[in-house]
């Protein structure tokens, strides 16, 4: 499967004329490409600008992030948050979390950020939170157990954020488990009466999901 389903040279211009991340973020990936195993798991410029600009939209006061890596994405959806904002973020690598502080601790948006080890299911099951923005990213195996669990903790007007949600392509010709799981993710969202979505054919597929007022 190609690494960029859309054409490398269109994927360079979108990129192109979309707004830089702040110098701290390109400093994050410089660093995860230097320092970590499989960098290319950060989403990058265009998902990260996306989840800026939601998050601006919606002013989250309470948020969710399943699989946040080295900090990327989460440092993007804090930057849109207000200043008393709370965004909590699920991850299993303790030297990601570590990484990720680190530069946490630099941000002037670190503070709203919790970040909890452990795996992603078992910590939402503990969490009391009236969410109004998550952004799932992490083991696709769960994709369809984290979008309902999700849902069920999601304010009405809230959105939800799904990542890889084309799978480079294999949601057209599922043949593993995984491929399986993605496509009756996908499936189950669009014919959830419950919320309006729209699929974006954005880098590896994003698909944005409202819950009904
Ligand atoms: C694709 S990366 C996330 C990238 C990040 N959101 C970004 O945009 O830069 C997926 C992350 O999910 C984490 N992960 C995998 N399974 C998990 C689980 N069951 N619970 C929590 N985190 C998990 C991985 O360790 C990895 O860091």
């Given at each position: 499967?190609?690494e960029f389903?859309?054409?490398?040279?269109i994927?360079?211009?979108?990129?192109?004329?979309?707004s830089?991340?702040?110098?701290?973020?390109?400093?994050?990936?410089?660093q995860?490409?230097?320092?970590?195993?499989?960098?290319?798991?950060l989403?990058?410029?265009?998902?990260?600008?996306?989840?800026?600009?939601?998050?601006?939209?919606?002013?989250?006061?309470?948020a969710l992030?399943?699989?946040?890596?080295?900090?990327?994405?989460?440092?993007?959806?804090?930057?849109?948050?207000p200043d008393?904002?709370?965004?909590?973020c699920?991850?299993?690598n303790p030297?990601?979390?570590?990484f990720?502080?680190?530069?946490f601790?630099?941000s002037?948006?670190?503070?709203?950020?919790?970040?909890?080890?452990?795996?992603?299911l078992?910590?939402?099951?503990?969490?009391?939170?009236?969410?109004?923005?998550t952004?799932?990213?992490?083991d696709?195996?769960?994709?369809?157990n984290?979008?309902?669990r999700?849902?069920e903790?999601?304010?009405?007007?809230?959105?939800i954020v799904?990542?890889?949600v084309?799978?480079?392509g294999?949601?057209?010709q599922?043949?593993?488990e995984?491929?399986?799981?993605?496509?009756?993710?996908?499936?189950?969202?669009?014919?959830?009466?419950?919320?309006?979505?729209?699929?974006l054919?954005?880098?590896?597929?994003l698909?944005v999901?409202?819950?009904k007022?």
């Amino acid at each position: 499967m190609p690494e960029f389903l859309v054409d490398e040279a269109i994927e360079d211009y979108a990129y192109l004329q979309t707004s830089a991340e702040p110098p701290l973020l390109q400093e994050l990936i410089d660093q995860t490409n230097l320092n970590m195993g499989w960098p290319q798991k950060l989403s990058g410029r265009l998902v990260g600008r996306t989840l800026k600009l939601l998050s601006a939209m919606v002013r989250p006061k309470q948020a969710l992030e399943i699989g946040m890596f080295t900090g990327y994405s989460a440092l993007s959806i804090a930057e849109g948050m207000p200043d008393d904002g709370r965004l909590v973020c699920c991850e299993t690598n303790p030297r990601a979390i570590e990484f990720a502080q680190g530069f946490f601790d630099r941000s002037e948006h670190g503070h709203k950020i919790e970040v909890i080890f452990g795996r992603a299911l078992e910590t939402i099951e503990k969490l009391d939170m009236a969410l109004d923005f998550t952004f799932i990213d992490a083991d696709k195996r769960n994709y369809l157990n984290y979008y309902e669990r999700v849902k069920e903790m999601t304010r009405p007007g809230g959105l939800i954020v799904l990542d890889n949600v084309l799978w480079s392509g294999k949601v057209l010709q599922p043949e593993s488990e995984i491929d399986d799981i993605l496509v009756e993710t996908n499936r189950r969202i669009a014919a959830d009466p419950d919320v309006e979505n729209v699929f974006l054919t954005l880098r590896d597929g994003l698909n944005v999901v409202r819950k009904k007022d």
